[in-house]
């Protein structure tokens, strides 16, 4: 059985930095996109970021693309997030999440840019707090 598994969540001042990690076993994604999407307190779910199979390609929003890393290592069954800039609009908590019909690309097709209603698995999330 397919697990997606986020860890790396925490508390950050503002300007600070984390990476979060979504490891997968189960089933080999190493042929999937993986995305991360986040919920913020009160809000709808937004999708980050994601990558292709091989991560030679990813997509971010755009308000998020300066800041914001994803990175993945197939050897290590783990996708990453690397988060820098932190403000305290970015709290919140992140999920991991693949599916096995759609591509990461393009972005603005909505499968990984929004709220991430046609991804097939999701992590549990792992809480990203940002505050001094």
């Known amino acids: 059985q397919l697990q997606l598994v986020e860890s790396g969540g925490g508390l950050v001042q503002p300007g600070g930095s984390l990476r979060l990690s979504c490891t997968y076993s189960?089933?080999?994604?190493?042929?999937?996109?993986i995305g991360w999407f986040r919920q913020a307190p009160g809000k709808e779910r937004e999708g980050v970021s994601c990558?292709?199979?091989?991560?030679?390609?990813?997509n971010y929003a755009d308000s998020l693309r300066s800041r914001f890393t994803i990175s993945r290592d197939n050897a290590k069954n783990t996708v990453y997030l690397q988060m820098n800039g932190l403000k305290p609009e970015d709290t919140a908590v992140y999920y991991c999440?693949?599916?096995?019909?759609?591509?990461?690309?393009?972005?603005?097709?909505?499968?990984?840019?929004?709220?991430?209603?046609?991804?097939?698995?999701w992590g549990k999330g792992t809480l990203v707090t940002v505050s001094s």
């Open positions: 999440a693949t599916s096995f019909k759609h591509a990461c690309d393009p972005w603005y097709n909505g499968k990984f840019s929004g709220s991430g209603v046609d991804m097939d698995y």
């Open positions: 189960g089933v080999d994604l190493d042929y999937y996109p």
């Open positions: 990558t292709n199979p091989s991560g030679s390609s990813t």
